[in-house]
């Protein structure tokens, strides 16, 4: 088994790894000859701190996080492969995105975090409870420990059913970007987020199903 420790050098490095790549990738774009003014002018333009493009990359970047911790709990927790092949899918997907988030927020010389509430892009609003959930769909301190701790079936299905939660609010908050921000960056990257977090609903009722669980 990983200890948390182990587990949190790996987030460190996965993210400075995927945060560097995104940078490199970022500025290769930005660095094309543009085909037309309007373009160039959009590309060097960055959005306003209160857009929902720069709300969304913020919240995001947290949310993801977290998914990456669990799929990397989970991993450690269980050998049912398809399970771990979920998780590996996840840590991969997620990290790489969460990089382009960051990565765009470096470009456009924005913080990584604001001292406001959460999802105020949205006109949600919505105060953390102090209990490590952040966001909505986001697990408790007390459920990421109740997964550190749990092994074989209950790991699988602890996770499942807290990455299916995860996944809904996930879904949500990109529907919500998809349809408001004003990048095509963000526009396109939220878009697939919505289509890509809920294929891995179905597939988790799936699993949920055949280990004789659901969702709640």
């Known amino acids: 088994m990983t200890s948390a420790p182990r587990t949190s050098r790996l987030l460190l490095l996965a993210g400075g790894a995927v945060l560097l790549l995104a940078l490199v990738l970022i500025a290769l774009t930005l660095a094309r000859p543009s085909t037309s003014a309007p373009a160039a002018s ?4 960055a959005p306003a701190e209160s857009s929902a493009d ?6 995001m970047a947290v949310h993801h996080q977290q998914a990456v911790e669990m799929s990397f709990i989970v991993r ?15 840590i991969n997907t997620q990290a790489n995105q969460r990089g382009m988030l960051l990565g765009w927020l470096e470009m456009w010389g924005r913080a990584k975090s604001s001292p406001g509430a959460p999802m105020a892009w949205m006109g949600h609003t919505f105060t953390p409870g102090g209990d490590g959930a ?9 459920q990421l420990d109740a997964l550190r701790k ?3 079936r209950k790991a699988e299905v602890l996770f499942l059913r807290l990455m299916t939660a995860h996944h809904k609010a996930g879904a949500d908050m990109a529907a919500a970007a998809a349809s408001s921000a004003g990048t095509e960056e963000i526009r396109n990257l939220a878009d697939g987020m919505v289509r890509g977090q809920q294929s891995e609903i179905a597939l988790m009722a799936d699993m949920l199903k055949e280990r004789g669980a659901s969702a709640s």
């Open 42 to 45: 959009a590309a060097a333009s």
């Open 54 to 59: 720069v709300g969304f990359a913020r919240d």
């Open 76 to 90: 450690d927790r269980t050998s049912d492969e398809a399970v771990r092949r979920l998780a590996f899918d996840i």
């Open 134 to 142: 952040l966001m909505p769909g986001m697990a408790t301190d007390a």
């Open 150 to 152: 749990a092994e074989g």
